[in-house]
């Protein structure tokens, strides 16, 4: 009976951690890239796996709290694919697709990998891996502030 009670212990903590590390999960890359345009913000999408303990460390002290910042809701557009499952979702061009060939698509094979994209889903900028846990934050952040001036540049471009 108390390996029950273990186990439901495991399993509420597990489900708990999950939760508490939700990102938006990427749906729907062509409604995202209307928003790309209309609030001129890049999406900075990160990809990651199951047990990878790289990508929860990001996901906790990097992604999570830039995502519950009002001063990034403002800069930044954040979603999350999940490599290692096979959710349905619609990429840049509205065709369908799941979020493993997504990464697939994109050359993703090293974990965790962060995109910034525009509306088209042209890369902004790319850091894979995590080089430094301590300097992440501010590089993300340097990349984010480069993002949105590269993006501002396309949207404005006259022809």
């Known amino acids: ?37 209309k609030n001129k913000t890049p999406i900075l999408i990160m990809f990651s796996i199951p047990n990878c303990s790289y990508c929860q460390e990001l996901k906790q002290k990097v992604i999570v709290p830039i995502n519950e910042l ?3 809701k403002n800069k930044v557009i954040i979603r999350h694919v999940n490599v290692g499952t096979l959710k349905d979702m619609k990429d840049f061009h509205n065709n ?12 993703v094979s090293f974990y965790p990998t962060v995109f910034l994209v525009d509306n088209y889903g042209a890369n902004l900028g790319k ?6 846990m301590d300097y992440y934050w501010t590089e993300l952040d340097k990349m984010i502030d480069k993002s949105i001036t590269k993006l501002k540049q396309q949207l404005e471009a006259k022809l």
């Not at 369908?96 to 050359?107: E, I």
């Not at 850091?127 to 430094?132: E, H, T």
């Open 127 to 132: 850091i894979v891996g995590v080089p430094s």
């Open 1 to 37: 009976m108390s390996r029950f009670y273990l186990l439901l212990l495991v399993l509420v903590s597990s489900f708990t951690m999950s939760q508490d590390l939700a990102l938006p999960q990427a749906k729907n890359f062509l409604e995202d890239a209307q928003l790309v345009r």
């Open 70 to 72: 009002d001063e990034y």
């Open 96 to 107: 369908d697709t799941n979020h493993a060939r997504f990464a697939f698509q994109n050359g």
